[in-house]
């Protein structure tokens, strides 16, 4: 579950994400909003609410937070979120109201209503929320549409992450942030502690798992989320079945593969340049040997391959076909993503040889279980290089699991100099910053600088340190330096004026 409150500076909240828990079927699905107000109205405390892609434990809880709790404010997201976010909430909504009766859940008109409160961003589109606020998306790989963002109010600023990836990959390109020096940056850290083996190394294993099992006669299941890691493999065996012939059918779960298609058609400028530079010869989103599924091919004999949402084998397509297929040892299940703790995923992943299902049944789990990762999230790798390429002065980890959070974060301090924060859920982190001070000089004084810098200063640096010091400290917005100034004017007394003003944002020539 994600949700996370940005109190970034001149009293200004934004709230990024608004997810569910994939984990639980009660009240503990949707974040806890008394964190943000205990009884009063939602709207008034926040500036804006932000969504960094369409997976629902970023954007699950959207339609209950507006439309149930009654928030009214702006919305933020890009283009291809806000086109597969409804889709995607609403299949959510069946499956959970629909098949399995929970209650106290939003309709479909409430996901409309919600979508319509949407204000949509384009990749390095700077928008301004407000007089003083104002954000920026970055392009973040992970899934089509998915962005971090960049939240700025005056000198200070936040960058939020959202899910990322820092490896191009069949279909997407990899994440990308300019050096915008956030004073903090809330990054993701699923992979906390892992560092992953080549990508051509986990596709030459992963073919061979899926070919040896159905050469064996057995069911291979996949199960994925609808848009993202599907399309990823999908390409990939789509690829192999061609070069080696094969004609055993593979199939995706029925409606989704049209509806992907549809969306990749419509985005392929989010897609990598590959995908964009073929397009027109062949879309790579038109499959010849995957087939949509049905679910009375669930008993057909011989082998089969399937993508079935969701990925965590939590409900709908996937579980169904899990309980069927799990007590035969000739059939195989591989888990190409993380799993949330309590999904029936995590359970298989954890070894469970009988695992309880919703609705209290028990399924006897015989097939080969195989966790290859194929995840759109960076690794420790990755995390480390998107906060050293953004200038961070401070990082928070978060979507994490804590102990692996502190040892990456113990990583960053010593190897970025970066103060790293990972707070457990429902806890404040409260940081300090300091705003850069612009450097006002004249033209003359600039001049003077050039021409003098190679004989050198003879000022102590301690002093000329304390001078500028008392000037960044005083009432004045900037600190002046002109050509009456009393101190040899040097490039040795700029460097020193600069740092002692927290790095100034900018020398203004006058």
């Known amino acids: 579950m994600y949700l996370h409150l940005c109190c970034v500076a001149g009293g200004k909240n934004v709230m990024v994400d608004c997810g569910m828990h994939m984990g639980y079927s009660d009240h503990r699905k949707f974040p806890d909003f008394s964190y943000i107000s205990k009884t009063g109205p939602l709207t008034p405390l926040l500036d804006a609410v932000i969504i960094s892609h369409f997976h629902l434990d970023h954007c699950g809880a959207l339609p209950y937070f507006s439309e149930m709790r009654g928030y009214d404010g702006p919305i933020y997201m890009t283009y291809p979120t806000k086109a597969i976010c409804p889709i995607l909430l609403e299949d959510y909504r069946k499956i959970s109201v629909e098949r399995k009766g929970e209650t106290n859940f939003f309709t479909s008109q409430m996901i409309k209503d919600c979508m319509r409160k949407v204000v949509t961003v384009d990749l390095h589109q700077t ?83 899926v070919h040896e099992c159905v050469a064996n006669g057995g069911k291979v299941l996949i199960p994925v989320f609808a848009l993202g890691r599907a399309q990823e493999l999908c390409i990939l065996l789509e690829t192999y079945w061609e070069r080696k012939n094969l004609t055993v059918p593979i199939y995706f779960s029925a409606g989704l593969t049209a509806k992907a298609n549809h969306y990749y058609k419509l985005f392929i400028g989010w897609t990598n340049q590959k995908i964009k530079d073929t397009f027109v010869e062949r879309n790579m989103f038109e499959f010849r040997h995957i087939l949509p599924f049905d679910r009375s091919y669930v008993d057909n004999p011989g082998p089969q391959v399937l993508f079935a949402t969701p990925g965590m084998l939590h409900a709908g397509l996937s579980l169904f076909v899990f309980k069927k297929w799990a007590p035969d040892p000739k059939n195989m299940v591989i888990l190409p993503g993380y799993c949330v703790a309590g999904t029936v995923g995590s359970k298989v992943l954890a070894g469970h040889k009988s695992i309880e299902v919703p609705g209290g049944m028990k399924i006897p789990v015989n097939l080969s279980v195989q966790h290859l990762s194929f995840s759109a999230h960076a690794d420790a790798k990755g995390i480390m290089q998107l906060i050293s390429q953004s200038g961070a002065k401070n990082v928070i980890l978060v979507h994490g699991e804590r102990k692996k959070m502190g040892f990456l974060s113990g990583k960053i301090e010593k190897e970025l100099g970066v103060k790293c924060y990972f707070p457990a859920n429902g806890q404040s982190c409260e940081i300090a910053t300091s705003s850069p001070l612009p450097i006002c000089m004249s033209r003359k004084f600039l001049k003077r600088v050039a021409a003098d810098d190679g004989a050198g200063s003879r000022h102590s640096h301690t002093h000329t340190t304390s001078l500028v010091a008392s000037y960044a400290t005083s009432p004045t917005p900037y600190v002046t330096l002109s050509y009456a100034t009393s101190l040899q004017p040097s490039l040795a007394l700029l460097h020193a004026l600069a740092n002692a003003c927290s790095h100034a944002g900018s020398i203004i020539e006058l």
């Open 127 to 209: 928008v301004k929320v407000d007089d003083e606020l104002e954000i920026k998306a970055y392009y973040a790989g992970h899934v089509l549409g998915a962005a971090m963002f960049q939240i700025k109010v005056g000198e200070q600023s936040v960058v939020y992450t959202g899910d990322y990836n820092m490896t191009p990959d069949r279909h997407l390109g990899s994440a990308w942030i300019d050096k915008c020096r956030p004073d903090v940056i809330i990054t993701e850290s699923t992979y906390a502690t892992t560092i992953r083996d080549s990508k051509r190394c986990r596709e030459r294993n992963f073919l061979s798992k």
